[in-house]
């Protein structure tokens, strides 16, 4: 019976003679001067070469895995950098210039809930004229910030002692500030389609739909989504 021929025995790693050959490739004028890199194979590795090329005294140079890469390229790095940071900024400035943005508070027209010196952060998107919700619109060419307390289809009136009447039903609110009705329309007022009602919660100190009436909602230009308190040093 012929016998099988023998494959190289699997050593722990191939030296660059069983890789390159005798001797190294002509190195051009231009060219790196350094030696190739000794290549170092696992256990593993060697024994799927030996059973790939069996009698063979070295392996072709393209089935040997390099380990390692090219040096470092110091103006690419560069680059890099800077096109990170490009895409970066232009991230940021499409994210806070038409999804969110922010505004200070001044004044004490949403007070407790925002004091004067408060950082609001907004969203510009979604539906914008819910009941309830903490906005920021503008008025008489000013950015004001208020609580719609009506939407579309609401009468809302203020009694002798400053309560004020949604539909004509007296609201329960958690801290209770005088409201008086001003003298820009008369009372019950319904709320037009397309617009909101909206007041701050210091009332006595507020801005809002009492001076500048309902509140388009085209004008509303985001909703409160958190608050950055500003602390004392």
């Known amino acids: 019976?012929?016998?099988?021929?023998?494959?190289?025995?699997?050593?722990?790693e191939i030296d660059r003679s069983q890789i390159w050959g005798p001797s190294p490739p002509a190195l051009g004028p231009d060219a790196d001067a350094s030696p190739p890199p000794l290549i170092t194979l696992s256990k593993v590795e060697n024994e799927i070469l030996a059973k790939s090329y069996p009698g063979k005294k070295r392996y072709?140079?393209?089935?040997?895995?390099v380990s390692g890469g090219q040096a470092a390229d110091p103006a690419r790095e560069l680059r890099n950098l800077l096109i990170k940071a490009g895409v970066l900024a232009l991230s940021l400035f499409l994210l806070f210039g038409f999804v969110?943005?922010?505004?200070?508070?001044?004044?004490?027209?949403?007070?407790?809930?925002?004091?004067?010196?408060?950082?609001m952060l907004y969203y510009r998107l979604g539906d914008l004229g819910v009941f309830g919700q903490v906005v920021l619109y503008r008025a008489q060419g000013e950015d004001q910030v208020g609580r719609i307390v009506a939407v579309a289809g609401d009468a809302v009136a203020f009694s002798e002692n400053g309560q004020f009447l949604l539909n004509g039903a007296v609201q329960q609110e958690a801290v209770f500030?005088?409201?008086?009705?001003?003298?820009?329309a008369p009372y019950p007022l319904?709320?037009?389609?397309?617009?909101?009602?909206?007041?701050?919660d210091g009332r006595e100190n507020a801005l809002d739909s009492r001076d500048f009436g309902p509140i388009s909602i085209k004008e509303i230009k985001g909703r409160a989504v958190t608050v950055f308190r500003r602390r004392q040093i």
Do not use: C, H, N
């Open 190 to 200: 319904t709320v037009p389609e397309g617009s909101v009602f909206i007041l701050g």
């Open 177 to 184: 500030y005088p409201s008086y009705a001003g003298d820009l």
């Open 60 to 65: 072709p140079r393209s089935v040997v895995p």
């Open 100 to 119: 969110f943005g922010f505004t200070p508070m001044r004044g004490a027209g949403m007070y407790p809930s925002l004091k004067d010196g408060d950082l």
């Open 1 to 12: 019976m012929a016998e099988k021929p023998k494959g190289t025995q699997p050593s722990d």
